[in-house]
DNA sequence: TTTCCTCGAGTTCA
DNA sequence: CTCGAGGAAA
C-alpha cells in the first residue's frame, strides 16, 4: 500500500478492491486474489468502520453478513410485473411457438436469445444510482417480498454497480454510465455442491436437511433472520431488466446482458443468440446433454425473441409475452401422493417397505415404486399414506422419495409402522440387535423366500437358467410342482405346458378360450364344462392340467411348445455347474459370488466344504466369523444337506473343475489355529500354542479339566473358561471333527502351488462404463486369468482402471486418485499380447 | 478402537 | 447405484 490516507479514502479503497475481487470470483469466474486475503481485507475494512462508524454505507461489503431479523416481509409492488412465461413440452410446440413470430414479423429466421432456465427463485433487483437499494421476490407477478436484507447477503449480488459516473474509480473499473434507476430481474439459486457441502454439514450437526437444490434457496430467502440466509450458500444469475430510468440500454436482449454482465451481475455463460426453430431445438438439445454436467440445476431453456423492437411488435397474451417460451425438460423431480405402503420380503427375509405412488412422469418414465429402504428411512422423512412427496429420478436411475409435502398432509395420516408379522406367511417380523433392517422370521416355510430363493438359484450369475422368470418361478411354486431348488430338475416338459396355460389364461373363460381350438370339435362343449368346473372348486391347477392333456392328446403338434422345449434345455444345460456358481446359487447369507469363488479356490470341493467345521472356513481371505458361523449354519440344517443330495442325485448336478484344496491353506493349519478360529473366551493364540503343546489331540483337551489346562500354561480365569466352553452342547464335537477336518486337509493339500506367476499378479483392475467389443464380465474373465484381482470400486488401492464408454464416478475418482487408465484399445492390445 | 475398503443385498424401468 | 456391514489393517 502507499503512504497512509485518511480513514475515509482507505475504506473506499478496501470496497473497492473488495468489490472487484467479488465481481471476479463471482461473474468472471476468475479469482484474483486468495480467499484468506478477502478475508483479510474484509476484516481490515470491518475495524475501519466500527472505528469510524460514520463511513459505514450500506452497500459496504461488510453488510452482507446479515442484521438483526425482521418481525415480517414488507409487500413490494413491482413498477413493471415481472411475467411468466408459456411452456413448451415438445419440438412441435417450440416450433408453433416461432412459426407465430415468423409470421407476424414476416421474417423466416427471427433471432433468439437462448439461455439455461435455472432452477431457483426469481427475484427483481432495484438500484438507484448505482446502489443496491431493494430486491423483492417474484410473488404473484405484480406484488412480491421485500427480501432485501436477505439479498444482501448474497455475494454474487453487486450492492453497488460497476464503472459510474462519479469518476471515484483508482482501479479503472471498465463499464458505461448506469441509469438512475435500474431493475434487474435474475434468478436465485443454489449450486449443487454448495448444496451437497450444506447437507453434509447439516447432517453432521444434526441441523435440518434441505430437499433440494431450489427448496433450499426458497426457504433461505424467505428467513426472516437474514444472518440465516447469510450462512446458506447462494448464487445469481441475471436474465433480464425491469423498469429503467434516466438512462438507456442497448437495443437488444443479449447486448443487454452483456451490459448487465460489465455493470457486475453475473450473467449465464450458456447464453446464445441462435435462429430460428432449428437453432432453438439444436441448443436445446446441446443444453439437455450437458445437463447432469452443471454446476447447477435447470429445469428447462428460455428463448426470447432478441431484438427489443421485435419483442415490442410481438407484444402480450394476458400476463405472458409472446415473443418469449419456457422451453422444459422432462423433470427430474414431481410430487405425488403415497398410495400404500407394502412390505417386499427378500430372499434372505429382509423387509423392505416399498412406496405405492400414484403414476407420475419423472425424467420421462412412468414412476410407481419407489423404496423406502427401511424402517430408520421412513422415520427419518416421517413418510405417511396418503402424503404428497417429491420423487426425484437424478443422475441415477432408482426412484427416491426426497421429501414429505408437510403442508398437504391428510389430517388423518397416520405415522407408519413395520407391521409386527410378515404380510405373505404371517412369522413375527424381528430386529437383530444393531441391525438396521427387520425379517420375517419364517425362513423357507415362507413362500416369497422360498420364491427369492428359487429365483436366486436360477439367476444369471448363479445357475444362469435362461428362461426361468420371475413370473414362472412364482406360478410353479404356487402350484406346488416346485418347493425346493432341487425340483427343478425334476419338471417334466407336459408340466411346463401346463404352467403356460395357467400362466397366460388367469381366469376360466380365458383357460377355456386357449384350449378350444385343440379340442376335438365333438367333445368340445364337456371338456370346457369340465373346465369350468374345476375352476369355480378353486382347483384351475387341475383345470389347465385337464385341458392341456386332452388338448395335447388330441392335437400335439399344434400346442405352442418351444418356450417349455427351451426351458428343459436350460434346465439341463444347468446341470453341469461350476463349484462356485452352485456355491453362490444355494444362496448362503453373506455369501456372494466372491466369497463363492474364494470358497471354491481354496478348498475345491464340495464335499470337504459342506462338511467343514465352522471355524475352518475363517482359513480363507475376507472370510470372518459372520460369514464362517452363517456357512456353519447353512450346512448345519438338514433340510439343506438333503437339498444339496437331492441336486446331486436326482438332479443330476455335475461340478465341474473339481481340484484339490490350495497350497496356501497349509500354513498355519493346526489345532491351536482351530482353538482361536473357534473364539473360546480368552483363548488368544500364544495361550492356544502353550496349550496344543502339552495337549496335543483335540481328544486330550476334550477330556482334560481345568487343572490339566494351569498346567499347560493357561491362567486359572481362562483354564475355567476353556472348561465352560466344552461343557456347551456340541462344542466338543466341533473341536474333534475340526482336528479331524485339518488332518484330511493337510492329506489333500499340495506342498506348494503350482501356478505360475501371470503378467497381473497382485495387481487390482476395476473395469467401468461400457465395452464394445466384450462384456464387462468377460473382460474381468480375462484379467483374472492373467492374475489380476477384479474389484468393483475404486480406491487407493486399485492400480488400474479400465474405462470404456459413458464412464461415470469410477472414472472421476480414478483421475483424482491418478490411477493409471486404459481405454478399450489398450486393454485389447494387452490381453492380445498376453494372449 | 478406528478407519478404510470390499462385498452383499436390494431396487426400478425399458 | 447406494447403503450397511463385515473384514483387515493401522
Not at 470470483?25 to 476468475?30: A, F, I, K, R, S
Amino acid at each position: 500500500m502507499t503512504a497512509p490516507r485518511s480513514p475515509a479514502a482507505r475504506a473506499a479503497e478496501l470496497r473497492l478492491r473488495l468489490e472487484d475481487a467479488n465481481y471476479r470470483y463471482h461473474v468472471l469466474d476468475e479469482p484474483n486474489i486468495p480467499d484468506v486475503e478477502y478475508d483479510r481485507l474484509l476484516r481490515e475494512l470491518d475495524e475501519l468502520e466500527t472505528a469510524h462508524p460514520e463511513l459505514v454505507t450500506p452497500d459496504s461489503p461488510t453488510q452482507r453478513v446479515g442484521n438483526a431479523p425482521s418481525a415480517k416481509f414488507a409487500e413490494v409492488r413491482h413498477a413493471i410485473p415481472m411475467l411468466s412465461l408459456g411452456n413448451a413440452f415438445s419440438d412441435g410446440e417450440v416450433q408453433d411457438f416461432v412459426r407465430r413470430i415468423a409470421d407476424r414479423l414476416d421474417r423466416p429466421l427471427p433471432k433468439f436469445s437462448a439461455e439455461p432456465k435455472l432452477d431457483g427463485l426469481a427475484i427483481s433487483l432495484r438500484y438507484e444510482h448505482g446502489a443496491f437499494v431493494q430486491g423483492a421476490t417474484r410473488g404473484d407477478g405484480t406484488k412480491g417480498e421485500d427480501v432485501t436484507a436477505n439479498l444482501r447477503t448474497v455475494k454474487a449480488i453487486p450492492l453497488r454497480l460497476r464503472g459510474g459516473k462519479d469518476g471515484h474509480d483508482p482501479l479503472k473499473l471498465r463499464g458505461k454510465d448506469w441509469p438512475a434507476v435500474l431493475e434487474v430481474r435474475g434468478e436465485v439459486y443454489m449450486p449443487r455442491a454448495a448444496f451437497e457441502q450444506y447437507n453434509e454439514h447439516a447432517r453432521l450437526h444434526g441441523g435440518k436437511v434441505l430437499a433440494n437444490p431450489r427448496n433450499g434457496a426458497a426457504g433461505s430467502l424467505r428467513q426472516l433472520d437474514p444472518r440465516i440466509t447469510a450462512q446458506r450458500p447462494l448464487a445469481f444469475f441475471a436474465y433480464g431488466v425491469g423498469l429503467v430510468e434516466g438512462g438507456e440500454l442497448p437495443d437488444s436482449h443479449s447486448a443487454t446482458l452483456a451490459q448487465l454482465r460489465e455493470w457486475g451481475f453475473p450473467v449465464s455463460n450458456l447464453t446464445e443468440v441462435v435462429e430460428g426453430a432449428d437453432g432453438l431445438l439444436d441448443y436445446y438439445r446441446r443444453i439437455g446433454e450437458r445437463r447432469d454436467a452443471l454446476p447447477f440445476d435447470i429445469d428447462g431453456v428460455v428463448y426470447k425473441l432478441d431484438d427489443f423492437d421485435d419483442q415490442r411488435e410481438m407484444g402480450f397474451v394476458s400476463r405472458a409475452p409472446r415473443w418469449a417460451i419456457a422451453h422444459k425438460f422432462p423433470a427430474q423431480e414431481q410430487a405425488t401422493t403415497v398410495e400404500a405402503i407394502e412390505i417386499q420380503i427378500g430372499r434372505t427375509g429382509a423387509a423392505t417397505p416399498v412406496a405405492r405412488l400414484a403414476p407420475v412422469q419423472v425424467a420421462g418414465v412412468v414412476v410407481t415404486n419407489a423404496t423406502l429402504h427401511n424402517a430408520d428411512q421412513i422415520a427419518r422423512l416421517d413418510v405417511r399414506v396418503g402424503d404428497s412427496v417429491i420423487v426425484r429420478r437424478a443422475g441415477d436411475v432408482i426412484p427416491e422419495v426426497v421429501a414429505v409435502i408437510a403442508e398437504r398432509r391428510p389430517a388423518d395420516a397416520l405415522p407408519w409402522t413395520m407391521p409386527a408379522t410378515c404380510p405373505v406367511c404371517g412369522s413375527e417380523i424381528v430386529r437383530e440387535e444393531g441391525e438396521a433392517v427387520w425379517r420375517c422370521s419364517g425362513e423357507l416355510s415362507c413362500p416369497a423366500q422360498r420364491k427369492e430363493t428359487i429365483r436366486h438359484f436360477a439367476s444369471r450369475r448363479a445357475m444362469d437358467i435362461e428362461g426361468l422368470g420371475d413370473k414362472y418361478v412364482e406360478t410353479l411354486v404356487d402350484a406346488g410342482l416346485v418347493r425346493g431348488v432341487a425340483d427343478l430338475y425334476r419338471l417334466t416338459r407336459d408340466q411346463l405346458l401346463q404352467l403356460k396355460l395357467v400362466l397366460d389364461a388367469d381366469t376360466p373363460d380365458a383357460l377355456a378360450a386357449s384350449v378350444q381350438p385343440h379340442l376335438p370339435p365333438e367333445g368340445s362343449g364337456a371338456v370346457l364344462a369340465a373346465i369350468q368346473r374345476l375352476d369355480a372348486a378353486d382347483e384351475g391347477w387341475r383345470a389347465a392340467a385337464l385341458a392341456q392333456s386332452i388338448a395335447f392328446a388330441w392335437n400335439p403338434k399344434k400346442i405352442a411348445t418351444k418356450w417349455a422345449d427351451n426351458l428343459v434345455a436350460a434346465i439341463d444345460r444347468s446341470r453341469d455347474a461350476a463349484l462356485e456358481r452352485l456355491l453362490f446359487a444355494l444362496g448362503i447369507q453373506h455369501v456372494g459370488e466372491s466369497t463363492a469363488k474364494a470358497l471354491a479356490l481354496w478348498f475345491g470341493d464340495l464335499d470337504l466344504i459342506r462338511r467343514l467345521p465352522w471355524p475352518l472356513y475363517k482359513r480363507v481371505p475376507d472370510i470372518g466369523g459372520e460369514v464362517a458361523r452363517s456357512l456353519g449354519h447353512f450346512f448345519e440344517q438338514a433340510g439343506n444337506q438333503q437339498a444339496i443330495d437331492d441336486l446331486l442325485t436326482a438332479g443330476q448336478v455335475r461340478i465341474r473343475d473339481g481340484h484339490p484344496p490350495s497350497a496356501k491353506l497349509r500354513d498355519g493349519l493346526h489345532l491351536a489355529t482351530l482353538l482361536v478360529e473357534a473364539e473360546i473366551p480368552t483363548i488368544t493364540n500364544l495361550r492356544a500354542q502353550a496349550l496344543t503343546e502339552v495337549l496335543p489331540t483335540a481328544a486330550g483337551i476334550v477330556d482334560a479339566g481345568p487343572e490339566a489346562f494351569t498346567a499347560a500354561g493357561l491362567p486359572e480365569a481362562s483354564a475355567a473358561a476353556l472348561r465352560d466352553w466344552l461343557e456347551q452342547p456340541g462344542h466338543p464335537k466341533l473341536l474333534l471333527d475340526g482336528e479331524a477336518a485339518i488332518a484330511s486337509l493337510l492329506a489333500l493339500a499340495p506342498e506348494a502351488d503350482t501356478a505360475q506367476a501371470g503378467p497381473l499378479d497382485g495387481r487390482t483392475v476395476v473395469l467401468t462404463g461400457g465395452l464394445a467389443s466384450m462384456s464387462r464380465d468377460e473382460a474381468g474373465a480375462k484379467l483374472e486369468a492373467l492374475g489380476a484381482k477384479v474389484a468393483g470400486s475404486v480406491s487407493k488401492k486399485t492400480h488400474l482402471v479400465v474405462a470404456g464408454e459413458n464412464a461415470g464416478s469410477k472414472l472421476a475418482k480414478a483421475q483424482e486418485l491418478g490411477i493409471e487408465i486404459w481405454d478399450e484399445a489398450q486393454l485389447l492390445a494387452f490381453l492380445e499380447r498376453h494372449a
